[in-house]
């Protein structure tokens, strides 16, 4: 596999990255379409989604940084500069999953 796929300069498109932006941008569609079947407000649905997708940036950059504490305490800046490396699945799992939860409890959503 090749780890960056495009590079213009100082621009980089990484393999990882943008087969993950693909799989959001199909899981979103796919919500959009079983939210109409399903009876489901569809703008709803698309607000879960982002969410998700925000949430589970979080997730995965906050566990990576509570993993990396003492780099993080002597480059306290690094923490914002998530494009550089340093997500942790599981982080972004759990905190996906829990906003999910509370959200689709907030608007009467069903599980």
Known sequence: MYPILIEFGFFKIFTYGLLVATGFFVAILFASSRAKKENLDPQKV????FYIMVSALL???LLYVVVEYQYFLANPLEIFKFW??????YGGLILGVLISLWYLKR???PM
């Open 84 to 89: 550089k490396g340093g997500l942790v699945f």
């Open 107 to 109: 608007n009467q959503m």
């Open 59 to 61: 997730g995965a950059r």
């Open 46 to 49: 698309l607000d879960l989604c």
